[in-house]
């Protein structure tokens, strides 16, 4: 970019984050997720970083937060409450300790990381070892009385005592002093645990009222509100991490200890590390833990440990350099639509995919974003050159959910579904929401086909990928999937980059899928609307091949779960002359197809649904459906009220919170296995 474009651009950014911090911090709302957020203050962090002479007083990046809301005293500090720099992966984390490392040369700096709360900072001043006020962040400078309401928190002492051993290097008789005479002044967060959570929501859904969005806010308006009574009932809790008092402390360790002793709550898995390699094991072993966690967690922060150096290092702005907040990857950030490509898919379907800004989101680089069809576009008001918030969850291919029109550059242009398929170049028809080619011989549909007649819930014939497909279609070797299973090792070995061995290997692969299950079989073929839960559906109802190929609409119909589109689609399929001899061809060339067994006491979870999530230790996630289905129950991908249960192994995912959102029984793994036993 030129630099006016970075001018323009941090001030574009400079509107739209003030905007939603004003939200998030004032008006206790946010339009988009917190994630999305962070990843705009990075983007103009890290624009200012490289341009300092467009700093300017009102960046967001020059102070903490909003304006103290109306209706409370204002307290005023001495030391103010700064904000940290955030951090999203290992790199970053290193840059940053290489920017510090230079500001201390020869200085060995060891750390102390605890867990970043997803709450709301408050200080609280403690005058003769009594609770005086507690006050808000604010905008970091002065903050808001809410002392009555932070006394009603059970984990916040009202008095001062030494509960129990003090560290060491501590003096026991400046800390008595200091109750008797002097001033403590202790931060840390306010928070609501996931249960407490729930039982708010569950209270306010039997009221008639509108649920609340996250522990976080909740905690905010809790704490803010003018009665302290309905402070009180909604069961904060509090967690201490910092002691601004100097009682003799060298550590940032000690600090947490000596709080502990004082009877505050403080992080239980807060550690010392000695190294990067340290700081970064610490992180990912807290990022598997997370959702195991009674509150809700967003990254660690990682401090400097000795407080002379950490003084040393200085505060930048509003932010102390010997401080950071290294964040887990987020599900959603923002980038820049750079083009926009068309993609042809095994149906025919055109589909518009959005190039990017590379972007990092939930530890992986995205470049590409689904755009699903024009009619998504034209929702989304989308043009090429928009900023938009881009998510992705799990495995699933990142998704652009919004644009944030206020930074449109001048030149952003509209895009235009084209006229002829990009592939072959035979004309596009629309079909409904869809467009498509209307060549079903377009190498595209083709090559896609071959792609998904391959894949890990069709014949998943390990070793045959996309490039290995190509290069086979394009020698001739293969001209549908049948002909996958006539290659030979001496057909491969001729080709450049293909040896005795990786020859070999591919054909044992192949040998390997020649039997298959019904589902797996009628998955494979690639029938429009018809994915692997209607596969299973058509196997467990027909229980062969030759029963659904002759199946007539009404019989089609009379299946669980099909309608009459997925029924006249699969209709049409069996129907096509070409269809019914690729079929043939299949069984010719060895194909085995395994029909589903009826066993006893297969309907014994008839009429449940099962959701899992997380890592299974005693089998694979496709086994564990497997199970579901021979006993008669009904595995699904996504979480709903009709799901009768939600089974969590290691590590769950995002399944499991909505499953907890929306009631839905959750079992743990020997609980499933008590179940299919």
């Avoid at 002492?157 to 002044?185: H, M, Q, R, T």
């Avoid at 039997?206 to 308006?221: D, E, H, S, V």
């Avoid at 080619?437 to 190498?443: A, H, M, T, W, Y």
């Avoid at 564990?624 to 769950?652: C, H, I």
Wanted: aromatic share 6%; hydrophobic share 35%.
């Amino acid at each position: 970019m030129t630099k006016r474009e970075v001018k323009e651009r941090i001030e574009a950014l400079k509107k739209e984050i003030d905007k939603y911090r004003y939200q998030y911090h004032v008006l206790n709302k946010l339009d988009i997720s917190e994630a999305a957020l962070d990843s705009l203050k990075h983007e103009l962090k890290k624009l200012e970083d490289q341009h300092p002479d467009l700093i300017t007083p009102d960046s967001p990046t020059q102070r903490v937060a909003g304006e103290a809301l109306k209706g409370f005293k204002k307290v005023h500090r001495k030391n103010p409450m700064l904000s940290l720099e955030d951090v999203f992966s290992p790199e970053e984390f290193k840059d940053w300790l290489l920017r510090i490392q230079k500001l201390v040369p020869g200085k060995r700096l060891n750390f102390y990381c605890e867990l970043k709360i997803d709450g709301f900072a408050v200080s609280l001043i403690y005058k003769k070892g009594f609770l005086e006020t507690g006050a808000t962040r604010g905008d970091g400078k002065i903050g808001e009385d809410v002392t009555q309401n932070l006394r009603t928190i059970e984990a916040i002492p009202l008095k001062l005592a030494i509960e129990n051993e003090l560290p060491e290097g501590i003096n026991e008789k400046k800390v008595k002093e200091i109750f008797d005479k002097g001033e403590f002044e202790v931060r840390g967060e306010v928070f609501m645990t996931k249960k407490v959570f729930e039982k708010v929501n569950k209270e306010q859904s039997k009221r008639g009222l509108q649920m609340y969005a996250n522990p976080r806010n909740t905690a905010a308006g809790s704490v803010r509100q003018l009665n302290p009574k309905i402070t009180a009932s909604r069961e904060l809790s509090f967690l201490a991490y910092d002691l601004v008092t100097d009682v003799g402390q060298i550590k940032h360790s000690q600090e947490h200890e000596l709080l502990a002793a004082l009877g505050f709550k403080t992080d239980e898995l807060a550690k010392e590390c000695s190294s990067v390699e340290d700081v970064v094991s610490f992180w990912q072993h807290v990022q598997k833990i997370r959702e195991k966690l009674p509150y809700h967690i967003d990254g660690v922060v990682v401090n400097v440990n000795d407080n002379r150096l950490f003084e040393q290092l200085g505060v930048v702005g509003k932010t102390p350099r010997g401080a950071v907040a290294f964040k887990f990857p987020a599900e959603q950030s923002t980038s820049v639509i750079k083009d926009i490509i068309v993609g042809v898919g095994r149906t025919g379907t055109l589909t518009p995919i959005a190039i990017l800004d590379p972007v990092n989101i939930g530890g992986v680089i995205v470049k590409r974003a689904s755009l699903h069809n024009m009619d998504e576009i034209e929702r989304l008001g989308l043009k090429i050159g928009d900023t938009v918030i881009v998510e992705r969850a799990g495995d699933v291919i990142p998704d652009v959910v919004s644009v944030l029109p206020k930074l449109r550059p001048h030149n952003a242009k509209v895009f235009h579904m084209p006229k002829n398929c990009p592939i072959c170049g035979h004309a596009v028809s629309r079909d409904g929401v869809a467009y498509k080619c209307v060549n079903k011989n377009c190498p595209a549909i083709k090559r896609e086909g071959l792609y998904h007649f391959v894949s890990r819930s069709a014949f998943n014939i390990v070793g045959l990928g996309p490039k290995i497909l190509d290069r086979f279609y394009e020698e001739g070797f293969i001209k549908d999937a049948a002909d996958i299973f006539k290659l030979k090792e001496e057909d491969i070995v001729q080709l450049e980059r293909f040896g005795e061995k990786s020859a070999e290997n591919i054909i044992n692969s192949i040998r390997s899928r020649k039997k298959v299950p019904l589902e797996r079989l009628i998955y494979s073929l690639g029938i429009l609307h018809v994915g692997s839960e209607t596969a299973h559906d058509l196997a467990r109802h027909f229980k062969s091949i030759e029963k659904i190929s002759k199946a007539n609409l009404d019989d089609l119909r009379a299946v669980p779960n099909i309608g009459e589109i997925v029924a006249k689609s699969i209709h049409e399929w069996f129907n096509d002359v070409n269809n019914k001899k690729f079929l043939e061809k299949l069984l010719n060339v060895g194909v085995e197809i395994e029909n589903p067994k009826i066993s006893a006491g297969s309907e014994k979870l008839k009429g449940k649904s099962f959701v899992f999530t997380g890592e299974l230790e005693s089998m694979s996630r496709e086994e564990a459906e497997s199970k579901v289905r021979q006993l008669g129950g009904d595995p699904s991908g996504s979480v709903s009220k009709k799901t009768r249960y939600v089974v969590a192994g290691s590590n769950p995912g995002s399944k499991y919170e909505k499953a907890k959102k929306l009631g839905v029984k959750i079992i743990e793994e020997k609980d499933f296995l008590k179940l299919i036993k």
